[in-house]
């Protein structure tokens, strides 16, 4: 596949490539550069965006003051 890279050094990963890879929502990546070629792999071991809005309903009137009584520490 033949991508594009934009004057601010983005890319698109084009919907076939993401199919392929499981890729179904935005995350992490590792890149690499091997010979003089960019070796971009999923990072499977990002565990820290799947919590992205799991707990966005309990953070809701929580004052800052207040947050160690919030947190489950177990």
Wanted: aromatic fraction near 6%; charge should be positive.
């Amino acid at each position: 596949m033949i991508i594009s890279i934009t004057p601010n050094f983005q890319i698109h990963i084009p919907k076939q490539a993401r199919k392929l890879l499981g890729l179904s929502k935005p995350s992490k990546a590792l890149l690499k550069v091997l010979d003089g070629s960019i070796v971009i792999t999923p990072d499977y071991n990002n565990k820290l965006l799947s919590l992205a809005g799991k707990y966005k309903s309990k953070a809701k009137g929580i004052k800052v003051e207040n947050i160690r009584d919030i947190i489950d520490y177990s």
